[in-house]
């Protein structure tokens, strides 16, 4: 971008055009106590070169994935991205945010958008799918409020623990000023207890979430699970992980009525936490109650195929503070990656790449509680992450020196939920050699024995 003037004459006009006699009449309605009355504290300008330099200097006190060995999880995973996601997501054609509103300017961008949606359908068993929200967790809040608009007057919504306790989060923001109530189900068990959800489902439930794998990393009995909630007339909403799917069943076969995933496993790096994709595929009967673009296939006058923008009059551009939701820009960039991913990684792709993350995290799992100290939280079939406890209670310790020692061992989990202190997270992807997994389990043993000699 240019750099824009701004003279005394440019904001004279401009003030004038407004009606306001003075920058300080301009700023007036905002508090003196929000107001900074003082120049910002900068350091001096640096050449382009100087700055680059500078910035190359900042980067590198980061640790990342591609300097340390990462077993880090919790809804970011390092797999692996076929280079022809960067090569055709860097096209200038695609490599916009903007909605391709003009249909018969826009056929190239409209048609990944339509193949996007139907490779997603046919990943998730699904009949619809979007063209992308934000991310998984606002995907998963955009769920919950498509379930309370289409369930009349239900008001609660169950989301068990082990739902990624940030999408938990995000859900409440999205229900502060909304008649809702979300209750979140125990699990000490580690995956949710089908009879104790029966339980707590009433006629005043509107959905139930479920995540598979959970927050956890463990497999739940996502069959059980939803006749329960749909016994009850509950929607059933499923936080899924687009990788386990090679070889899980897909949400569409347990009954989901709205499943949402975090997408950046699907050709985007993890980019320190975003900017991500939000997946997100229903029932047709909730079609017109789904957020973000729709993109249909259909003739022009020639009769010749084509794609459109369809169901608009669901969108804010056409229906304003009415529409379904405020999802305006959305992800199609990663979408567009999405589905490079899965067109490069095919059915068999997927399956083998879901296959080495269940068995080389099992390997890791098996290998890591060899040492007295640790053991499985919970006793479950699990996917690519599990959760281990740590005998001595000294999680952020021991992930410290797992860290200088050249790992990224994996997340506490005593920041969200304080029962499980002496415990954390560990995931593995595809990407995880034997070396790497042997020397984290080497590692591990190293801090033990240098805690003996402490003490």
Same mark, same amino acid.
């Given at each position: 971008?240019?750099? &824009?003037?701004?003279?005394?004459?440019?904001?004279?006009?401009?003030?004038?055009?407004?009606?306001?006699?003075?920058?300080?009449?301009?700023? !007036?309605?905002?508090?003196?106590?929000?107001?900074?009355?003082?120049?910002?504290?900068?350091?001096?300008?640096?050449?382009?070169?100087?700055?680059?330099?500078?910035?190359?200097?900042? !980067?590198?006190?980061?640790?990342?994935?591609?300097?340390?060995?990462?077993?880090?999880?919790?809804?970011?995973?390092?797999?692996?991205?076929?280079?022809?996601? #960067?090569?055709?997501?860097?096209?200038?054609?695609?490599?916009?945010?903007?909605?391709?509103?003009?249909?018969?300017?826009?056929?190239?961008?409209?048609?990944?958008?339509?193949?996007?949606?139907?490779?997603?359908?046919?990943?998730?068993?699904?009949?619809?799918?979007?063209?992308?929200?934000? #991310?998984?967790?606002?995907? !998963?809040?955009?769920?919950?409020?498509?379930?309370?608009?289409?369930?009349?007057?239900?008001?609660?919504?169950?989301?068990?623990?082990?739902?990624?306790?940030?999408?938990?989060?995000? &859900?409440?923001?999205?229900?502060?000023?909304?008649?809702?109530?979300?209750?979140?189900?125990?699990? %000490?068990?580690?995956?949710?207890?089908?009879? !104790?959800?029966? @339980?707590?489902?009433?006629?005043?439930?509107?959905?139930?979430?479920?995540?598979?794998?959970?927050?956890?990393?463990?497999?739940?009995?996502?069959?059980?699970?939803?006749?329960?909630?749909?016994?009850?007339?509950?929607?059933?909403?499923?936080?899924?992980?687009?990788?386990?799917?090679?070889?899980?069943?897909?949400?569409?076969?347990?009954?989901?009525?709205?499943?949402?995933?975090?997408?950046?496993?699907?050709?985007?790096?993890?980019?320190?936490?975003? %900017?991500?994709?939000?997946?997100?595929?229903?029932? +047709?009967?909730?079609?017109?109650?789904? %957020?973000?673009? &729709?993109?249909?296939?259909?003739?022009?006058?020639?009769?010749?195929?084509?794609?459109?923008?369809?169901?608009?009059?669901?969108?804010?551009?056409?229906?304003?503070?009415?529409?379904?939701?405020?999802?305006?820009?959305?992800?199609?960039?990663?979408?567009?990656? @999405?589905?490079?991913?899965?067109?490069?990684?095919?059915?068999?792709?997927?399956?083998?790449?879901?296959?080495?993350?269940?068995?080389?995290?099992?390997?890791?799992?098996?290998?890591?509680?060899?040492?007295?100290?640790?053991?499985?939280?919970?006793? +479950? %079939?699990?996917?690519?992450?599990?959760?281990?406890?740590?005998?001595?209670?000294?999680?952020?310790?021991?992930?410290?020196?797992?860290?200088?020692?050249?790992?990224?061992?994996?997340?506490?989990?005593?920041?969200?939920?304080?029962?499980?202190?002496?415990?954390?997270?560990?995931?593995?992807?595809?990407?995880?050699?034997?070396?790497?997994?042997?020397?984290?389990?080497?590692?591990?043993?190293?801090?033990?024995?240098?805690?003996?000699?402490?003490?």
């Amino acid at each position: 971008m240019p750099y &824009i003037y701004n003279t005394e004459e440019d904001q004279r006009e401009m003030l004038q055009a407004i009606g306001a006699g003075s920058i300080e009449d301009l700023f !007036a309605p905002v508090p003196d106590d929000l107001r900074l009355n003082r120049p910002l504290n900068l350091p001096p300008a640096l050449s382009e070169m100087e700055l680059d330099q500078h910035l190359r200097q900042l !980067a590198s006190l980061n640790q990342h994935a591609g300097v340390k060995a990462g077993f880090l999880g919790g809804g970011s995973y390092d797999h692996f991205v076929p280079a022809v996601c #960067d090569v055709i997501g860097s096209r200038s054609e695609f490599y916009t945010s903007y909605t391709p509103y003009q249909a018969e300017a826009s056929q190239g961008n409209l048609q990944v958008m339509f193949e996007y949606q139907s490779l997603i359908t046919r990943l998730t068993g699904m009949e619809v799918a979007n063209s992308s929200l934000y #991310d998984g967790a606002s995907a !998963a809040a955009e769920a919950v409020l498509m379930s309370l608009h289409a369930s009349g007057n239900r008001t609660k919504i169950i989301a068990p623990s082990t739902v990624h306790p940030e999408y938990r989060q995000t &859900i409440a923001t999205y229900l502060e000023n909304i008649d809702a109530e979300l209750m979140t189900l125990d699990c %000490p068990g580690g995956v949710i207890d089908a009879e !104790a959800l029966a @339980a707590a489902v009433d006629d005043q439930t509107a959905a139930v979430l479920i995540q598979q794998p959970n927050f956890f990393g463990c497999v739940e009995d996502a069959d059980a699970v939803a006749a329960a909630a749909k016994k009850a007339g509950a929607h059933v909403i499923a936080v899924f992980d687009p990788i386990s799917l090679g070889i899980l069943n897909r949400p569409g076969d347990y009954g989901a009525n709205i499943a949402v995933a975090e997408g950046h496993t699907m050709g985007t790096p993890m980019s320190y936490g975003g %900017p991500y994709l939000g997946v997100m595929a229903c029932d +047709q009967a909730l079609v017109r109650r789904m %957020p973000g673009r &729709i993109v249909g296939e259909t003739k022009d006058r020639r009769g010749k195929k084509c794609y459109v923008l369809t169901l608009q009059t669901r969108e804010q551009h056409i229906r304003r503070d009415k529409a379904t939701s405020n999802v305006c820009t959305n992800q199609a960039l990663f979408a567009v990656r @999405a589905s490079v991913y899965l067109a490069q990684m095919g059915p068999q792709g997927l399956r083998e790449t879901a296959n080495l993350c269940l068995q080389k995290s099992h390997y890791l799992a098996e290998q890591l509680c060899q040492n007295a100290r640790f053991s499985p939280a919970f006793d +479950q %079939p699990t996917f690519k992450e599990f959760v281990i406890r740590d005998a001595e209670n000294d999680v952020d310790a021991l992930l410290r020196s797992a860290s200088d020692a050249g790992y990224l061992a994996g997340l506490p989990l005593g920041r969200w939920y304080p029962e499980l202190s002496d415990c954390f997270l560990v995931a593995v992807t595809e990407k995880r050699t034997k070396s790497e997994m042997d020397g984290l389990v080497t590692a591990m043993q190293a801090k033990q024995g240098a805690v003996a000699c402490l003490r």
